[in-house]
T-cell receptor, first 119, second 116 residues
């Protein structure tokens, strides 16, 4: 058990719908990352938050958005869903000190993932 | 831009034998970290081992070791004494250390099957 929790574990919905995936990081971790794992694209970084603020953006579609709340949990919102959005969505967390550089080892702990199926 | 290449889509190994999973990387940042993760059929991502670009020695964690060849930009994972439970997808990943924690970039993965 990594200490990162994600809900729900499975989600089945229809095209055009909107869903929210939730992540609670490990206690004390300030950084949250969202990744998407699909068969054709592999594991791709979507977005990172640090202590409530967006820190980095990857291949995240405009239909997707995320936020990190004051209690550090994060939500990933996916809207206008398409068949191609079916994937395993992971949340990961790590300890990240603002402005830290040269610190080469900060393991990212992954949650169990949310498997999204769009029909 | 950073890139990870895993050229072996699938590998087979006999139980109790050693196996090497290949990983090459590309980055212009002199400071970076390399990671290996295991993903069993249940789907979770399990951290296995880490190697920093400035580490002088190859990383080892139990039956896992990382064969780090900086000049060749390779970071191969060696699993010794394979067990049936080692059957899984294995991902190589890297992170540049420019300013704090940057996201991981993953390779496509290698599916390892351990045969009894």
């Amino acid at each position: 058990d990594s200490g990162v929790t994600q809900t729900p574990k499975h989600l089945i919905t229809a095209t055009g719908q909107r869903v929210t995936l939730r992540c609670s990081p490990r206690s004390g971790d300030l950084s949250v990352y969202w990744y998407q794992q699909s068969l054709d694209q592999g594991l791709q970084f979507l977005i990172q938050y640090y202590n409530g603020e967006e820190r980095a953006k990857g291949n995240i579609l405009e239909r997707f958005s995320a936020q990190q709340f004051p209690d550090l949990h994060s939500e990933l919102n996916l809207s206008s869903l398409e068949l191609g959005d079916s994937a395993l969505y992971f949340c990961a967390s790590s300890v990240a000190l603002a402005g830290t550089s040269g610190t080469s080892y900060n393991e990212q702990f992954f949650g169990p993932g949310t498997r999204l199926t769009v029909l | 831009a950073q890139k990870i290449t895993q050229t072996q889509p699938g590998m087979f190994v006999q139980e109790k034998e050693a196996v090497t999973l290949d990983c090459t990387y590309d980055t212009s940042d002199p400071s970076y970290g390399l990671f290996w993760y295991k993903q069993p059929s249940s789907g979770e991502m399990i951290f296995l081992i880490y190697q920093g670009s400035y580490d002088q020695q190859n990383a080892t964690e139990g039956r896992y070791s990382l064969n780090f060849q900086k000049a060749r930009k390779s970071a191969n994972l060696v699993i010794s004494a394979s067990q049936l439970g080692d059957s899984a997808m294995y991902f190589c990943a890297m992170r540049e250390v420019r300013s704090g924690n940057t996201p991981l970039v993953f390779g496509k993965g290698t599916r390892l099957s351990v045969i009894a």
